[in-house]
């Protein structure tokens, strides 16, 4: 069973996705990115992509205070770290 409304990239090519959206992924190919769940394979849904994490920082999980934004985008502060508002 899928535990979000997004598709499952990974039924197609006969695996399941990952049923914690946290798992850290262990594999990277063309597809996505695969994780490990009771021993077997499993295709990690990619949240809503965010701009902060190719720049170091998580995404806020609120809707936040803008307490700064600049040329990459609005960030605010969540569990006293910078945090990208999407």
């Given at each position: 069973?899928?535990?979000?409304?997004?598709?499952?990239?990974?039924?197609s090519?006969?695996?399941?996705?990952?049923?914690?959206?946290?798992?850290?992924?262990?594999?990277?190919?063309?597809?996505?990115?695969?994780?490990?769940?009771?021993?077997?394979?499993?295709?990690?849904?990619k949240?809503?992509?965010?701009?902060?994490?190719?720049?170091?920082?998580?995404?806020?999980?609120?809707?936040?205070?803008?307490?700064?934004?600049?040329?990459?985008?609005?960030?605010?502060?969540?569990?006293?770290?910078?945090?990208?508002?999407?």
């Amino acid at each position: 069973s899928n535990p979000t409304n997004s598709p499952c990239w990974a039924n197609s090519l006969g695996y399941k996705c990952c049923s914690n959206p946290n798992t850290e992924p262990v594999y990277y190919d063309q597809d996505g990115e695969w994780g490990v769940e009771n021993g077997e394979w499993c295709g990690i849904i990619k949240k809503e992509s965010c701009w902060a994490e190719p720049l170091g920082y998580n995404c806020c999980t609120t809707c936040s205070e803008v307490y700064y934004t600049d040329n990459d985008g609005k960030w605010s502060i969540e569990n006293d770290n910078w945090c990208g508002l999407n």
